[in-house]
Each structure stands twice: as C-alpha cells, then as structure tokens.
C-alpha cells in the first residue's frame, strides 16, 4: 500500500528534485522542513528508496523510481529542480524530463552551470512552450540543509510559482530572505559566478594576511588564530575570517596545527577563471580576482617552485615593530582589499547588464549575499544598502561610506603593500586591489604612450585630447601619423579604447 503521505500528491507544495548528492538530499530535507512536499528522482533509483528509508524518513518527502512518474506526481505547472553536474548532464535530464511535462511547466537548474548555457537554454526551452530558471545556489551544504542564498533567474514568468518556496527555504538576514529575482536568462548563474569570483579573492586576501603574519612577523598559528578572533568582531565579520580563525585553531593528533601539514598546492573548479574571462571579454578591470585566480596557478607548480627556490634570491622578513600595530594597519588592508573586490565585482555585473540586456537588481543581489553563502559578511549590509539608496550608484567607491572608510584605510593599506614588497612576501591580490585604486582615481593614465605606440608600430590610430583638437588632429577622429617620415598613411583598423 501506498504510503500516507501520497495522499497529497496534487497538493501545490509540490515540487520534484533530480539529483540526490548531498546538495539535493539537504536541499530537500530544508523544503520538507518548510511544509513542502518534495517528489526526489535520482539516475540511481537505489538511491532513492536509502534516502527514504534513512535522510528522509517521516519527513514529507515522495520517492519516484522514473521521470514519468516523478512528472505524474506534480501538479501543473510542475516545477522541477536539477541539481546535477553543469553541462551535458543537465541537458540530458532537461531531454528526458520534455516529454513528460507541458508547456507552462518549470524548469530550475540549481547547478553551478555556465551561465552562456542558461541563457540558450532559457531560450530554447522558451520556444517550446516551457519556463527555465537558472539558480545559482551558495552555502555547501550547510546553507543546503539550513538556509542558503538564492540567486534565481531567467524566464520571469516562473518567479510566481517559485518565488514561495525559494524565499521561504533560504538564508534570513535580519529577517529578509537573501533570496529574489536577479534578472533575465542566464542572470542568475553569472550572479553567482561572480559570487564565487569575489570567494577567490576574499580567500586569497586572507592567505595573504595569514602569510604576512606567518613569515613577515613571525606569528604563531594560534597567536594568528587569535587575530582572526578579533578581526571577526568588527568591520571584517564573516564567514570566511570564521573559519579560519577555526583552522588556526585546529591541531592535529600530535598537537602541531593541521594546516601547517597541508600541502600549499590550492585547486579550483572553474568559477574564478569563467569571472576573469568573462571580465577580459566584458572590457572592465575585475583584477582583484584575476590575479586570484593566478596565485592559485602558481601554486599549482609546486615541484618548480621548490626548485626556484634554491636559486632565486630576495629578502628575508625582519620585522621588529610593534605587533598591534601591525596588526590593525593589516586590518585595514584588508578591509580596503575587499571593498575594491566588491566594487569590481558590481562593475562586471553592471557590464553584464549592458551587454546581455539584463534587467538586474543590484540591491536584491547584494542583500542575497547577506547570509547563507561562503561570502555572507556584515559588510554586506553596507553594500546593501549603498544600493537602495542608489539602485543605479555608478560605482561602490562613490558612495559616501565606502570612499570615507577607503580613505580612513589608505595610510595603513599602503603600508602593508610596501612591507610585504620589502620583505619580499608576494601579495598579488593587495597589490592590485591598491594599484585599481590608484588607476581608477586617476584623471589622466599613460595609456596616451601607449596609443602613440600601437599607431606607430601598428598605425592602430588614435584620438586627440579635446583641448589639442584641430584642423590638423580633428576631435573624436581616429588620427594615423607618420611618425618616422617612412611609413604611409594608411590606418590598420578601427580605433577601439
């Protein structure tokens, strides 16, 4: 006989999960817990019926054994999540799921997919009469199992028959749901593959807060520990600086830290380098999490490092200052560090918009990152509301508590970029982030030099300063010049900035 719980198989708190690893599993479990009833189907049906036997018992969730019956469960308009690997996969069970729904019926990839894919298949799933959501879905397990940020979209026709349970079963901060509405097609994975840009280069700015008091002052894990205990209680509050402070904390059996027997080879899944592509596509400096991604690289070659090391030279840390000092002048560099991430990573968003003509909710996407995602800080309330104020604030900088803190930051983080620099300590993600800011407030750059360059090797062209224009050098006029006598005047193409 059937179970009592299929009795309410045509309720409206229905919704199917493909996919039962450990996202899907607690997935489910935290709708279950919201009053939702979950139909699970997983490629190994075996799998099914153990989570319903164990994870899921006494919880409202139904098993299918195929995706006939998983769709025969759902009442119209059926929404299903995949939550299976990104790519060919999720084609795959979108080809399978077709034939057994109806125009109408709802689509949701809750994958970390690529979002040119999303966009296609929000598309093509639109000319056929179905609704695609792509969701960026932040918090591992955890957030999966207790509350996670949501970042949804594609076709907004879907967003009313989902919006429910996505906000119910999401993170809360200060009482909101870190959950809504990003945009169109493939909005919500490039939201998150920025999210996971910005990860990159919060994890690397605090490695290299970790390295500069390791090597450069001579600190002890647990004295580091205690740093990160501090730090987590003012403006750097997070998930991140949390754990670390944990894995500072932790020693292994013999009572010497962990960490310090962890191979310093750092791996990676592919969302930094999709930010840093997409930025070098987009044209907008994003170079806080490019050079993130490259320190990850470079610890990649650990055999050609160990061999550099015997025969490259530099300075060797000596520092004998004061060490709460040193510590909070760290504190502001990081602080500082990470504004600039943010700022460059709203930039990349705001491009994206441009480009892609996505309608995006800046203030929805930053309070989404409030909680339940690897990058949820207290910091992000200022950005959320920075937005609010200004849905359409140009830049982070340009708001008043953002350029006010930077300017409170810049003696202390100026500073820590030199030490490190003298002690001979790499600190790429620091460094970019002060030499941006350096860029970004300049009014006048040497990309003049440059241009000359370009034109006279390339006749690439160039544009006159206003001030300079005349008959000879017409203002807003792609200009070719001869600059030896011996070339020609003819241009090689387009100028492009």
């Not at 910005?198 to 894990?221: N, S």
């Not at 205990?229 to 932790?250: A, C, H, M, P």
């Not at 300017?407 to 993600?429: E, H």
Request: one cysteine or more.
């Amino acid at each position: 006989m059937s179970e009592p719980v299929y009795v309410y198989v045509f309720s409206f708190d229905y919704i199917g999960l493909i996919g039962l690893a450990v996202m899907g599993q607690n997935l489910i479990l935290n709708a279950a817990d919201h009053g939702y009833t979950v139909v699970a189907f997983n490629r190994t049906v075996s799998k099914v019926d153990h989570f319903l036997a164990n994870e899921a018992k006494g919880k409202s969730v139904v098993g299918a054994h195929s995706i006939a019956e998983l769709c025969a469960k759902l009442k119209k308009p059926r929404r299903v999540i995949l939550l299976v690997k990104a790519g060919k996969a999720v084609d795959d069970f979108i080809d399978l799921l077709l034939p057994h729904m109806e125009p109408g019926d709802i689509i949701i990839d809750g994958g970390n997919s690529y979002f040119p894919d999303s966009n296609r298949r929000c598309k093509e799933l639109a000319a056929k009469g179905f609704l695609f959501v792509g969701s960026g879905v932040s918090g591992g397990e955890e957030g999966a199992r207790y509350g996670p940020s949501l970042m949804p979209g594609g076709n907004e026709a879907a967003w009313p028959h989902i919006k429910n349970i996505f906000q119910d079963i999401a993170a809360k901060s200060d009482g909101e749901p870190c959950c809504d509405w990003v945009g169109d097609e493939g909005a919500g994975h490039f939201v998150k593959m920025v999210h996971n840009g910005i990860e990159y280069g919060d994890m690397q700015l605090i490695c290299e807060a970790y390295d500069i008091l390791k090597r450069g002052a001579g600190f002890t894990d647990k004295e580091i520990g205690d740093v990160f205990t501090q730090w987590n209680k003012g403006v750097l509050d997070s998930f991140l600086i949390e754990i670390t402070r944990d894995i500072l904390y932790y020693n292994d059996d013999d009572g010497t830290p962990l960490v310090e027997k962890i191979l310093d080879t750092a791996g990676q899944k592919g969302t930094g380098k999709w930010t840093a592509i997409n930025a070098l596509d987009l044209g907008m400096p994003v170079t806080l999490i490019g050079e993130a991604v490259f320190a990850r690289t470079l610890s990649a070659i650990k055999p050609e490092r160990v061999r550099a090391s015997k025969i490259l030279t530099g300075p060797s840390p000596a520092f004998k200052g004061d060490k709460k000092e040193l510590v909070d002048q760290l504190e502001q560099a990081l602080y500082a560090s990470k504004i600039i991430s943010y700022a460059q990573g709203f930039m990349l968003i705001r491009e994206a918009g441009r480009e892609y003509g996505w309608k995006l909710n800046n203030p929805a996407i930053a309070l989404m990152w409030r909680g339940g995602c690897i990058i949820r800080s207290v910091f992000l309330a200022d950005i959320t509301r920075a937005y609010r104020q200004q849905p359409d604030l140009e830049n982070l900088l340009f708001d008043e508590f953002f350029h006010t803190a930077i300017d409170k930051a810049q003696p202390s983080w100026r500073q820590m970029v030199a030490n490190a620099a003298l002690w001979g300590i790499p600190t790429p993600a620091f460094s970019t982030a002060l030499s941006f800011y350096d860029g970004y407030r300049s009014e006048r750059l040497p990309a003049n030099l440059l241009q000359a360059q370009r034109d006279y090797f390339g006749a690439h062209t160039f544009h006159i300063l206003p001030a300079f224009s005349s008959e000879k050098y017409p203002k807003d006029t792609d200009i070719h010049v001869n600059w030896t006598g011996r070339g020609g005047n003819v241009s090689a193409s387009t100028y492009l900035a």
